[in-house]
């Protein structure tokens, strides 16, 4: 009998939230533009930015790029001490020359304001994500994401960098009932906070009051903010650790049974979702939300793609279509194709997070 799994949700998006006390330890493009705004913002090889968040699926994906472009990183932990969090960094091409970790924690702004001196750009990735039910919400999930954002923001403001990427999810997206039947979500769309209150989805809260939170803080302070909204993450693992996205396509390969039906929108490869960080930091006309999904697709439709692919294992099926609100939707993020992005298959990325699973001796 296949196991069920009470997930309450899985929407998008890996983190590090980063708590502790302070304490730093050394480690170690585009073309030019024809127009003044673009030479303002473009960055070179020696461009120095923060990551939040570094150590989680996205984060470390998104430094291994950054220092494969030449950028030097201030990279943001939970605990300089743990090498589940360190080890992976530390071994990328360039870490030893151009990545400096830093220990911060989400509500403290002195440990934030001192990864974040110095740099050019931040891109905030740090925030809390609990599956499974919590305790205290509030303290758990919402101030941590919201008010840590908010930190980010006031850091950065106060050192003068040029851009933030500030990533979001698309449960800040969807769920949205009042979303008119038969159209497509898209980043007009805004989560509706009251109604994930009363399923106890805090996730999708958390991250929609810290992204509106973003948004009202920009406009106040001036500062350039930029916003990327993942869906369901997947692909090669660098961290010891798989995320619980990554969990997902686990659980269904190992034969559990999940209900995602009303969470589940579509997955991105983890490699298009660092890659379209750097970009939305380095295209000085990128602005507002941008949707990052391969596909927009129900959950049924993945659930028998993994089947298809992996007959051996024993997937559970779910041919009925619980999700007949959902619009099928092929190229959902055009904002993000439009400065270059090119998204891997939902099949690519389906094959390349399970030649991850078995190279860490999951599967």
């Known amino acids: 009998m296949a196991h069920r799994v009470p997930l309450t949700l899985i ?9 502790g006390t302070t304490r730093t330890k050394s480690l170690g493009q585009e073309p030019q533009s024809k127009r003044k705004q673009e030479e303002r913002l473009e960055m070179s090889s020696e461009g120095r930015v923060c990551v939040t968040g570094g150590s989680g699926f996205i984060g470390s994906w998104v430094i291994r790029l950054l220092l494969e472009r030449g950028y030097t990183v201030h990279a943001t932990v939970k605990d300089l001490n743990d090498e589940g969090e360190t080890k992976h960094l530390l071994g990328l091409d360039g870490a030893s020359q151009r990545l400096r970790l830093f220990q911060i ?19 905030h990735l740090a925030s809390p994500n609990r599956l499974s039910p919590v305790q205290d919400p509030q303290r758990e999930l919402l101030d941590p994401a919201e008010k840590g954002t908010l930190n980010v923001l006031r850091a950065a403001q106060e050192s003068r960098v040029r851009r933030v990427v500030v990533t979001s999810s698309m449960a800040a997206i969807f769920p949205n009932p009042s979303w008119p039947a038969g159209m497509v979500y898209n980043e007009d769309s805004w989560t509706d906070v009251d109604y994930c209150k009363k399923l106890e989805l805090w996730y999708p809260v958390s991250k929609t009051l810290a992204e509106r939170a973003a948004w009202e ?7 350039d903010v930029v916003v990327i909204n993942p869906a369901v993450v997947l692909g090669p693992v660098l961290p010891p650790s798989i995320n619980d996205s990554v969990a997902i396509l686990l659980h269904l390969l190992q034969g559990r049974e999940m209900e995602l039906n009303n969470l589940y929108i579509g997955c991105v490869d983890v490699r298009d979702v660092a890659l379209a960080h750097i970009l939305l930091f380095e295209k000085p006309l990128a602005q507002g939300r941008h949707p990052c999904v391969e596909a927009i697709t129900r959950w049924c439709d993945f659930v028998a793609k993994v089947a298809e692919l992996y007959p051996e294992f024993k997937v559970p099926r779910h041919s009925e279509d619980k999700q007949p609100w959902l619009v099928r939707a092929e190229s959902p993020s055009k904002k993000l194709m439009e400065l270059g992005l090119h998204f891997r298959s939902m099949e690519q990325m389906i094959k390349n997070t399970v030649e991850s699973l078995k190279g860490k001796g999951y599967l």
């Open 11 to 19: 929407l998008s998006y890996d983190c590090c939230s980063g708590l």
């Open 105 to 123: 924690d989400l509500l403290d702004y002195t440990s934030i304001l001192a990864a974040v001196q110095g740099t050019t750009g931040v891109f």
């Open 217 to 223: 803080f920009a406009a106040k302070e001036r500062l």
